[in-house]
């Protein structure tokens, strides 16, 4: 085992080379180019075997994924934003062939208007397509899911791909200290890439993907795949187990920080929530009882350990670093859903959304977020999600809505 | 004139296995059909067929398939894609030793012109550009046909589809150019009404390593509005009218393997068909015909005169 200073994009790749991908099918995207450039570095020069392939679009990519997949070979491919968009057809397609491989996704936020900065538009837009999701907040933890996510995926319990989700920039491209596992010790923690079943011999041919025109069928695939991903969290729990013992790194499917007294606590996922944990830091010196709790597994979602760690508390705010248009934070509904279910539930639930883009999310955001949950009342009734910009922010806009022409000097000011 | 034939004289020559087993959801004389079964036999059983949504997803329908080959839906836009992954996976398995060599297999795309010619062109457009070893078959019935027959890339000027009412504005993309300019080391047009020039075209191809790519004309007798028992007749008069030019490219260089010496006007060829017969009735619009006779005419003109001596 050995300490290096990795990006979080240096860390996927890492995790696709320990765990012994044999191929990668590419197609670049900013912020992802350098998870498939390094491959393909690796592939050059021996350093990994098999195949890569650049492909002619994302939609490509994945098809070629999920037919090598099928055909029985440890496969790995990323891709970013408007990428995973364009190649969602196939992400079900793919999920409904229960092909088990991993793609990362790194997050950035969606056109239009085109942007680079991260949110999480994206990846949950895939969150229905049978993919199980991991979101990783450390760039240790991007390579740690990697090995985990071919733990999960090929499974027999499983047998569905696997997405690890990391924040563009701000994780893709920000150095860590990230520790290497031992390349025996990750092939005794995986199955031997040559384990995999062949899917097309000639001996015995296979037809898969086969149309199915009746609604019974259909519904019975379709609950199989919904039964095999929710199979995903105890298959995650045993191989965090067996991670933990071999490599001294435990993850679960959600990540509480500061809970133990927590009367308020604070929802998050990805890169971000270390802004988050600041903030709870600070909270906490100042005497108030606030924890956080990071959401890493989004598929399955686990409503069973967010249940339990959130009865209780007397408020839950849930910060969503996406915006689904006339309806609010996407995550906050999964997380009302649960609570609604749920006894002792906390009786103050707020919806706040930031980060759009790349946003910075400051600190008088997170002490106005924590100031109206506190503040709020139980029997407000719904209230819409609040939306996060400081004033500065807010200026800022309005210069360029000046330059622009759209709004007259004087209502901007 | 014919091309001397090297593999196969007559059809009594070709295979008598059968791939296709009788017996699909397919409307009753489809040509796509015919054609399969004729190029799947040549071809060989030990093959994975890649599918792109079209009509001949409905061969397998789930519990059934009438194939003795696998199979491997993908979706419109990307069979090429997906045949890149299966090749290169057997290729990865073969060389780790996974896989004997006896159990390979031959990737064949099959895909109608919807697929081919829209949607599916990009993903086509790559495999052949990146060298892939793989076989396709487009089946060409000229429109949009399990969807009910609406237009397509491939839908011939004047014909009636139903989104084009009133006859398609439009020439017919040249897939067999398009294919070519890639400089693949096989392109094929084909017709199940000459099942030996089909099968001395797999065998020309079979050797001959990169994408091989075959464009069958099939008669669709639900879309084009005819009598399925008329299906042959009509892919005979597409040959013998110089409609449907029958031909190959070998590392670029073109030949034809019939040319019709005394074609037969268009007209024999359209008007027993539906979607032509607004060129017909009420009223007949010599012009509309005409247009398409002279389109095969400058085509047979040009191309005689560079390969005949």
Redesign the interface.
């Known amino acids: 085992m050995t300490t290096t200073m990795l990006t979080g994009n240096a860390s996927a790749a890492w995790g696709a080379r320990l765990a012994e991908a044999?191929?990668v099918?590419a197609f670049p995207i900013t912020p992802q180019t350098e998870i498939i450039e390094s491959l393909a570095g690796w592939f050059a020069d021996g350093s990994m075997?098999?195949?890569f392939?650049t492909?002619?679009?994302e939609?490509?990519?994945m098809?070629?994924?999920?037919?090598?997949?099928?055909?029985?070979?440890r496969?790995f491919a990323a891709t970013s934003s408007q990428g995973l968009l364009y190649a969602m057809?196939?992400l079900y397609?793919v999920a409904g062939w229960r092909v088990p491989f991993v793609l990362v996704n790194v997050s950035r936020g969606l056109s239009a208007p085109i942007t680079l900065g991260p949110d999480h538009n994206d990846v949950l837009a895939a969150r229905d397509s049978g993919f199980v999701q991991l979101h990783a907040e450390t760039c240790q933890e991007v390579l740690d899911s990697v090995l985990m996510a071919y733990r999960i995926a090929e499974d027999d319990r499983v047998s569905a791909p696997v997405l690890v989700n990391l924040d563009g920039f701000f994780l893709s491209f920000t150095r860590e200290p990230v520790e290497l596992p031992d390349p025996e010790e990750v092939r005794r923690f995986l199955p031997s890439p040559?384990a995999r079943p062949?899917g097309?011999?000639?001996?015995r041919?296979?037809?898969?993907?086969?149309?199915?025109?009746e609604g019974p069928?259909y519904s019975y695939f379709r609950y199989q795949l919904h039964l095999a991903v929710e199979q995903a969290r105890a298959v995650h729990d045993e191989a965090a187990e067996e991670f933990e013992r071999r490599f001294g790194r435990r993850y679960g499917a959600i990540d509480g920080y500061r809970l133990d007294d927590a009367e308020t606590v604070l929802i998050m996922a990805g890169s971000f929530a270390t802004k988050g944990r600041a903030a709870v830091d600070r909270w906490r010196s100042k005497g108030r009882r606030v924890g956080l709790l990071r959401l890493r597994m989004i598929r399955p979602w686990p409503a069973a350990d967010l249940a339990a760690a959130l009865s209780g508390r007397k408020a839950v705010a849930v910060l969503d670093q996406n915006l689904a248009p006339g309806l609010g934070g996407i995550l906050f509904q999964e997380v009302a859903a649960v609570l609604a279910q749920c006894p002792g539930h906390p009786p103050v639930l707020r919806s706040f959304v930031g980060g759009l883009g790349g946003k910075e999310i400051s600190r008088g955001e997170f002490d106005h977020l924590l100031n109206i949950t506190e503040h709020a009342r139980p029997d407000e009734g719904p209230v819409g999600p609040v939306l996060l910009m400081t004033a500065r922010e807010a200026e800022q806009v309005g210069q360029r809505l000046r330059i622009a022409g759209h709004v007259p000097e004087e209502v901007v000011s | 004139m014919k091309v001397a034939r090297e593999h196969y004289r007559s059809v009594k020559d070709l295979p008598a296995d059968e791939i296709i087993a009788p017996g699909s959801p397919l409307c009753a004389g489809c040509g796509a059909l015919t054609t399969l079964r004729l190029f799947h036999k040549v071809l060989g059983g030990n093959a994975v067929v890649v599918n792109a949504a079209g009509c001949m997803t409905l061969m397998a329908t789930y519990p059934f398939t009438p194939l003795r080959s696998s199979w491997l839906y993908t979706t419109m836009a990307s069979p090429s894609a997906g045949a890149q992954g299966l090749r290169d996976a057997l290729d990865i398995l073969m060389e780790s030793g996974r896989l004997p060599k006896d159990e390979n297999l031959n990737v064949l795309v099959l895909a109608g012109d919807g697929s081919t010619l829209d949607m599916g062109l990009s993903s086509t457009s790559g495999a052949i550009h990146r060298g892939l070893d793989f076989w396709y078959l487009c089946y060409d019935n000229e429109a949009y046909g399990n969807t009910g027959f609406q237009a397509s890339s491939a839908s011939p000027l004047n014909s009636h589809t139903a989104t084009s009412p009133l006859g398609t504005p439009w020439v017919k993309k040249d897939i067999f150019e398009i294919w070519r300019s890639h400089r693949p080391p096989y392109v094929a047009t084909i017709s199940a009404h000459d099942a030996v020039d089909l099968a001395e075209k797999v065998e020309r191809a079979r050797p001959l390593r990169g994408a091989k790519l075959f464009v069958a004309l099939a008669t669709c007798p639900p879309g084009w509005g005819f009598e399925p028992a008329m299906g042959d007749d009509l892919a005979k008069l597409a040959v013998e009218t110089g409609i449907w030019p029958l031909k190959e490219a070998v590392e670029g260089s073109i030949r034809h393997t019939f040319i019709p010496e005394r074609r037969r006007p268009v007209e024999a060829y359209l008007e027993p068909q539906r979607r032509y017969r607004h060129l017909f009735q009420p009223e007949r619009r010599p012009e509309a015909i005409a247009a398409i006779q002279e389109a095969v005419d400058r085509y047979w003109d040009a191309t005689i005169a560079s390969e005949r001596p």
């Open positions: 044999r191929y099918p075997s098999g195949r392939v492909l002619d679009s939609h490509s990519m098809t070629a994924a999920g037919a090598a997949a099928a055909a029985g070979v496969t057809e196939v397609t040559e062949l097309f011999t000639a001996s041919p296979a037809a898969r993907g086969v149309a199915v025109l069928t």
